[in-house]
């Protein structure tokens, strides 16, 4: 592994567990950092500032402990939306700097000042991009490493095909780069090292486990689904975002309107507005690899049986 931070070496894997909404929590969290793999949450699936800080203390007692324990955790990391559009984001960023959480995922805007607050107490800030642009934006503003969001990807993701979005990073900046978009085994980390990552994000793999904040039929969903049932629309909320298709129908959403609505004017079948994201679920199209719900410790223990597996394999076929 080649991860240019202190960090380093707590990790069993150059893996972050993405934070999605609604399904990431501190539980799964403590569970992947105790496994060797950095775990997280968004500030924002909590639904008040001060239940926000009780996951942050919720996670740092854990992670003390498991210390004292001398099982030497990986740190975890929290998404915070860093654009004005975000009214929470002072009361979270204030959260983040008072309880100093090591790694934090930014997104959507990047405020240099953020992340100068950031440092300030010793953390350091990955940021979204999905182009060489954005790239070249987040660099400017002070991110330490940037989270390349590629074609592929769950939730609000990149349209660029990983191996070009990856190139075009690396020819504006020598930062540190994790991959993110369709990644599901250990292999797949070897790969993207290959490629010039640092290390890699993965989330869909993670909605079915046992600590997830999914609901069972979501977690069902990608048991039964494959790449093909994952829909790219930016019409729910403005953004590029994959969906998994068969709940889009179940909410009474026609596919074929959806894929020539413009963004934000989404219409039902029924020519009603439905709550947005109630029972719409967001998958990747790493989706096919989900075969069962287990423990999230299980999940990281393969993931890291596979990724040590691969890199045997890679020297002996290279020697």
Known sequence: MNIPFEFADRLEIPLIVAPMFLVSNPTMAIAACRAGVIGSYPAHSTRTREI????????????????????????????????????????????????????????????????????????????????????????????????????????????????????????????????AGGLTNGQDLLAAEAMGASMSYMGTRFIATEESLAPKEYCDSLIEGKATDIFLSAALDGAPANWYAPSLVKAGIDLDELAVTRPGNIVTSDGQSKQRYKGI??????????REVVPVQDLCEELISEYQAARTNLRQQLG
Not at 281 to 290: F, N
Request: hydrophobic share 45%; charged share 20%; glycine share 10%.
């Open 281 to 290: 679920w967001s998958a990747g199209h790493g989706i096919g690899a989900t």
């Open 52 to 179: 926000f800080e009780e996951w942050l203390i919720e996670t740092q007692n854990a992670l003390a402990q498991a210390d004292d324990a001398g099982e030497q955790p990986a740190p975890y990391a929290v998404n915070l939306v860093v654009h004005p559009s975000n009214a929470r984001m002072e009361g979270d960023l204030e959260l983040v700097i008072k309880h100093k959480v090591p790694i934090v995922l930014t997104s959507k805007g990047a405020p240099d000042d953020v992340f100068n607050m950031i440092h300030g107490y010793g953390g350091v800030a990955f940021h979204d991009v999905a182009s060489a642009r954005h790239a070249e934006k987040a660099v400017e503003a002070g991110a330490d490493a940037l989270i390349a969001v590629a074609g592929g990807a769950g939730g609000h993701c990149g349209t660029i095909n990983p191996f070009a979005l990856v190139s075009e990073i690396k020819q504006v900046t020598d930062k540190p780069i994790i991959l």
